[in-house]
């Protein structure tokens, strides 16, 4: 199992930047890939960036070139740096933990954290 901490989020003017953290405790096999999604009222659930233990990295087309994820593998934590913030980008945000190969952790969602962007 693990347990996720989300830092950060807030509110912020179009055009602004934000940093959103994740800290993440237990298994260190849950935490194979850990990543970003996010939940906007209305909408379901969707990727926002990812990056594996290995360090391979993915963005949803959304956010390429604006957004930024990072890890740090010897603290077991997750960043994502938001520049050029839309109003689009309004979301609740969620870490997550897969340990990928078909398994599933307990705890692998962090609680969100609420993202708003102003026009």
């Known amino acids: 199992q693990v347990h996720l901490v989300e830092s950060g989020g807030g509110l912020v003017q179009a055009g602004g930047s934000l940093r959103l953290s994740c800290g993440a405790s237990?298994?260190?096999?849950?935490?194979?890939?850990m990543g970003w999604y996010r939940q906007a009222p209305g909408k379901e659930r969707e990727l926002v960036a990812t990056?594996?233990?290995?360090?391979?990295?993915y963005y949803a087309d959304s956010v390429k070139g604006r957004f930024t994820i990072s890890r740090d593998n010897a603290r077991s934590r997750v960043t994502l740096q938001m520049n050029s913030l839309k109003p689009e980008d309004t979301a609740v945000y969620y870490c997550?933990?897969?340990?990928?190969?078909?398994?599933?952790?307990?705890?692998?969602w962090g609680q969100g954290t609420q993202v708003t962007v102003s026009s």
């Open positions: 990056v594996s233990s290995a360090g391979n990295i």
């Open positions: 237990g298994d260190t096999i849950c935490m194979r890939t």
């Open positions: 997550n933990a897969d340990p990928g190969s078909g398994l599933v952790c307990r705890g692998s």
